[in-house]
């Protein structure tokens, strides 16, 4: 059975890319097949990154390709153990299908309550559709202070959403790592790369158990 992982967001830029990277970068090591949908038709954001990856001379994430419809991406994930659904800038109707076929849910979110509270407005709107609020988490991300995480996640879980444990920092290393093709994990910094892979150790366990 292919496990179906979806990442979307409310607003735009808050680094749905940037996990989904991250995310297949780790199941690759973990040799899982990943099969990686771009629903970002405007953008082609994973898409154009794993090109640089490869014109850098790094290794395949997995099978990347764009979309436009759920199913069709569905049906190209067959015989893969992981399919990565990396949502469009924003939610829109395809932001429900996603959801709906998506063992888990990633909502990504800063840690301002301009972000937090249209994260909440979202997986509130897709629990009022029917979506079984435990198959959605949100991740901190670009967070600047140990402070204002604790702040957000306790603005998101007021408001009964479950928030995944650690976060992603703000870091300029983590931007310039994805300039280059590489994943937040292949900084050239250490310290940097072990803040992420602890984070992304922890979701992907998430992700193994659902
Ligand atoms: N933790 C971080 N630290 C520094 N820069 C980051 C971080 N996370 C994301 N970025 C940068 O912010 C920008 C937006 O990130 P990303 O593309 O992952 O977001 P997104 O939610 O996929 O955006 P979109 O809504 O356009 O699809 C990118 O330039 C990325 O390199
Ligand atoms: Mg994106």
Known sequence: ???????????????????????ACEAQKAELGVKIADFDLQQGTFTKWHQRRLQADLNEVGSVE????????????????????????????????ITKVADLVIIPCGVSNDDTEPTCDLAKALVDKGIPRKKIVVTLSR??????????????EARGFMVVDGYI?????????????????????????DKSQSFIDTLIEIILKV
């Open 66 to 97: 764009m979309f436009k419809s759920v199913r069709a991406a569905l049906e190209a994930a067959d015989g893969f153990d992981l399919l990565i659904m990396d949502g469009e800038g924003r939610a829109s109707e395809k932001t429900l299908e």
């Open 143 to 156: 967070v600047g202070s140990d402070a204002s995480a604790n702040r957000a996640r306790e603005d998101i």
């Open 169 to 193: 920092p703000e870091k300029t290393s983590y931007s310039d790592a994805q300039y280059v093709g590489k994943s937040i994990l292949e900084t050239r910094h250490q310290s940097v790369n």
């Open 1 to 23: 059975m292919t496990k179906i992982l979806g990442l979307i967001s409310q607003k735009g830029g808050v680094g749905k890319s940037t996990l989904a990277r991250a995310i």
